[in-house]
């Protein structure tokens, strides 16, 4: 049973940092994509970053390049995102997510919610002072 658990959200005042975590179970990241994906109230989901685990290609959206870091730990099916220089405007729910068809594709384009096929529960981001 594929299953994504992420962790780490929480209030932080602006300028602040925080690391989510996300862990998988039930198939191996390392033949998929995946990414993470934010929803605040009253907007659509938008895709934040995008990794193809099998050769490290990532896509940031352009409101988090340089700010945001993914990672992964193939041995302990884990993906982070490192959240730096936090603004308000990054106050949603985060999620994390498993695109199985990346290969050979452009990851700017696939990093879209319609195309992911797993999910996770997703976890509170809230900054502010």
């Known amino acids: 049973q594929v299953q994504l658990v992420e962790s780490g959200g929480g209030l932080v005042q602006p300028g602040g940092s925080l690391r989510l975590s996300c862990a998988a179970s039930?198939?191996?990241?390392?033949?998929?994509?995946i990414g993470w994906f934010r929803q605040a109230p009253g907007k659509e989901r938008e895709g934040v970053t995008c990794?193809?685990?099998?050769?490290?290609?990532?896509y940031y959206a352009d409101s988090v390049k340089g700010r945001f870091t993914i990672s992964r730990d193939n041995a302990k099916n884990t993906v982070y995102l490192q959240m730096n220089s936090l603004k308000s405007e990054d106050t949603a729910v985060y999620y994390c997510?498993?695109?199985?068809?990346?290969?050979?594709?452009?990851?700017?384009?696939?990093?879209?919610?319609?195309?992911?096929?797993?999910w996770g529960q997703g976890t509170q981001v809230t900054v502010s002072s």
């Open positions: 039930g198939f191996a990241l390392a033949t998929y994509g």
């Open positions: 990794m193809r685990i099998s050769d490290g290609n990532t």
């Open positions: 997510a498993v695109d199985r068809n990346v290969i050979g594709r452009d990851m700017r384009r696939t990093c879209v919610a319609r195309f992911q096929d797993y």
